[in-house]
């Protein structure tokens, strides 16, 4: 039978923690590219704390935005000072060699990033400490979704990875290849069914605009202790956060770190495995 209320997940970060590792791949990988080609011209080796602080501006304008929407941003921040993606390199005024490179600058950053990504799922990325009785816990009284920009086929593999069961979720919802099934069409389908109220859980800026795309109240979470938070604010009603920001002042500075040691390390000349750069982003060890 249907509850009154439910509660959906988003899969990444609420329910398996990747903290900032997103954000410092991103990061990375576009420099790592652009390093790669001819857009090493625009960097200031002596000085890359310049070319991080550029980076950041494009990263903080587009977080959770599709892989190469933030890419543009970031090369546009990187070329000229200017956070905002572009459609197509020629509106980053530059020349037309560089315009041509901008295809090769694009698949090493998705081969870098992708690879970043898988060598941290396997060796780093868990499920949040203390998720799976808190599951236990809201399926009593809600029914539980997963909403998610994953392609549905690896979300549902994910998801038996980690060891989270089925039962007690009425649904697991992942993208498609093409890419037109976002998480706020998701979101307008489960409230649909005729909930009276739904949470959506997610953590990103971008998490909250699908829910209020979609209608439904929000909750940022990143860590289990904002669990804890949560549990207590769902005593009466669903709780709803009116705003969300993106990062805060320990994880940009988390970020900061990470990112430029592995740049001033990659411009020196060293080339860590994918193992390594999540090693030390996971642990400092290098
Ligand atoms: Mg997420």
Known sequence: MMKEKAIVFDFDGPLVGSGQDKAVHILFSSFVACWETSFRAFFHPENLEIDFERMLKGLIRYPGAPRF???????SCIVRDVAEAVKDPA??????????????????????????????????????????????????????????????????????????????????????????????????????RGYRDVLFIGDSRKDFE??????????????????????????????DQIDVCEFNDSELARIRS?????????????????????????????
């Open 210 to 239: 699908y829910a209020k795309e979609a209608g439904v109240k929000f909750f940022k979470v990143k860590t289990c202790d904002d669990y804890k938070n949560l549990l207590i604010e769902t005593k009466n009603e669903l709780p």
């Open 258 to 286: 990470k990112v430029l040691a592995l740049m001033k390390l990659y411009s020196s000349g060293k080339r860590p495995s994918f193992e390594q750069i999540t090693t030390f982003i996971n642990t400092g060890n290098l």
């Open 69 to 75: 929407q933030q890419l543009s941003a970031i090369v």
């Open 91 to 192: 509106e980053l005024g530059i020349d037309k060699n560089l315009q041509k490179e901008y295809e090769k600058l694009k698949q090493i950053y998705n081969n870098f990033y992708s690879s970043l990504n898988d060598a941290a799922a396997k060796l780093y990325w868990k499920p949040l400490e203390g998720i799976k009785d808190v599951i236990d816990t809201l399926a009593k009284n809600y029914d539980l979704y997963v909403a998610s920009g994953i392609i549905q086929e690896i979300l549902e593999k994910d998801f038996e990875h980690h060891g989270f069961e089925k039962r007690f979720f009425s649904g697991i919802y992942g993208s498609n290849p093409e890419g037109d099934m976002d998480k706020a069409s998701i979101l307008k389908k489960i409230k649909n």
